[in-house]
């Protein structure tokens, strides 16, 4: 039976790329029948990468099969995967975020998981030489995955180990690393496709800060202006998604890219409270700046308080 | 603040010997302070291993303090760690077992879990060349691992790199492999000192079957008799075991190392049943012959039924 390799959820550049990189190493130098799926319609900066590089547009699965053989990559967290996922045969686990629990194997089972910033880093390390094999497309993945989760190096969440990977990749590809990450920030700063309550859901993750579950949205953006002209609406839709996804508020964190700070919308005093105690803000009217932020896993979640 | 690095509650060799290896690793290579500590006393074999090799009993400690810096090896169940491991700073976990689910960890760490037969064997790859700053204890230890894990290649979880390793080992310290195994195992056959409650707890871990707890021991020996001399209070005394431990059988083997078969203690009809649903075998009295069966991971615990 055919590998299934997929990331979460909601596929951004790192949980679209990882898996084609992950399914052409697994198929074309380990000789296992694999390919690589998507649990959701790619962001567009994913999309952006699939077009830049010839690729094709993996298969969009609605769950798995019990006993389906599986390789999960970019999480390890039951809640961002099918619902059924430890009934299926899952092989591996690559990933690079906190280990979440909740997932079981039936055997022993390879699991990698590691402090980078991309899983295509880690995939980088564990391919080694047989990267030399890979055809561009799969290299330019790659690329465009640690240039997307290190928002081109600014993210406080890099390493020199992604940056050193990157730089080579670019080397080897011929590619121009602060033109291309431009493409791409734009392609991802284009959200006008998008409703209100896609938005909040775009890059999102769930977090309990003492019983009280928040949705942690993040939107990474080169133009902050398309997203905060429409923050009256955004702010309407939270009420509305919040009760849909059984979580008590959403936070939106536009992130500028360039000017690297975040922009946090407050529609309410519970999130008055949330940014003055997490990031000792000063809050005047329904949006406050913080100066710095640029990521979830390191800046935002370890931070929060009520 | 010095990181403690362990394995389960039951040290064995590998829960022993792999705290010592990763330990010296982090602190002469890595730079970092970092000792290994025990959960419990250590088995015959592993106390074979320290006094063979000339190292230090690591200390035993009875729990971690909240944000102590610690590095789990060998398990990752919660179950065979201590209370409140999750308040604890976990910093990696380097595991050769299935995904049980359960820890958490506070960010993003380094989890290395590979389908090795031994944690060591998973450490010699991740050390690579600066094992050849190792003094002698440490590979000593590694080598030691390996065989006790694999019990000298003639477990069905051992692979072609358990093996490769093992040999690479032996060479580099000069060390008789058939010789040094059955050392260790005779100190590990050596069971006169311990009373009924000890050897059903030496080597066990739970597991449930369709609601049914069972705590599921293994006793791997090269005198089986010197066990089954004491079948009969051994059987008595599972009772008091259970109850104790909540859970509703202690299944008893005993494998013959060097016949490859294991001896499974039938004090009652559930086991009767056990036996007869998981192995296929025919029950006359109050012991029951498995050939072939060496692995609680990989041929007992996957086929028990009820």
């Not at 999309?47 to 830049?52: D, N, R, T, W, Y």
């Amino acid at each position: 039976m055919t590998i299934q390799v997929f990331g979460h959820k909601s596929p951004d550049t790192d949980s679209t790329g990882s898996p084609i990189i992950w399914a052409w190493y697994l198929s074309e130098i380990k000789g296992e029948a694999a390919k690589p799926v998507l649990l959701g319609e790619p962001n567009t900066e994913a999309a952006f990468m699939l077009s830049h590089w010839g690729l094709d547009k993996p298969e969009i699965i609605s769950g798995v099969e019990a006993d389906a053989p599986v390789v999960i990559v970019d999480t390890n967290n039951p809640a961002e995967l099918p619902e059924n996922i430890n009934a299926a045969d899952i092989r591996a686990i690559i990933d690079h975020h906190k280990l979440v629990g909740g997932l079981e194997t039936k055997g022993p089972i390879d699991i990698r998981i590691e402090p980078l910033a991309c899983t295509a880093t880690i995939m980088y390390k564990m391919i080694g030489d047989d990267l030399a094999q890979a055809p561009k497309a799969v290299k330019g993945a790659m690329l465009t995955c640690i240039l997307s989760d290190t928002l081109e190096f600014r993210s406080p969440t890099t390493t020199q180990e992604d940056k050193a990977i990157a730089y080579a990749l670019a080397e080897d590809l011929g590619v121009d690393i602060s033109a291309y990450a431009a493409d791409m920030f734009a392609a991802k700063s284009d959200v006008s496709a998008f409703s209100d309550a896609e938005l909040l859901r775009m890059d999102s993750k769930e977090y309990a800060v003492e019983g009280t579950k928040f949705r942690v949205s993040v939107l990474e953006t080169t133009a902050p202006r398309m997203v905060l002209d429409r923050k009256d609406s955004l702010m309407a839709s939270m009420t509305q998604v919040a009760q849909e996804d059984g979580v008590d508020q959403v936070l939106l964190f536009v992130v500028d890219i360039l000017n690297e700070e975040a922009t946090l919308l407050v529609p309410n005093d519970l999130v008055k409270t949330v940014a003055e105690k997490s990031f000792g803000a000063t809050v005047g009217g329904d949006t406050v700046v913080l100066p710095g932020v640029m990521s979830r896993k390191k800046q935002i979640i370890p931070n929060l308080k009520l």
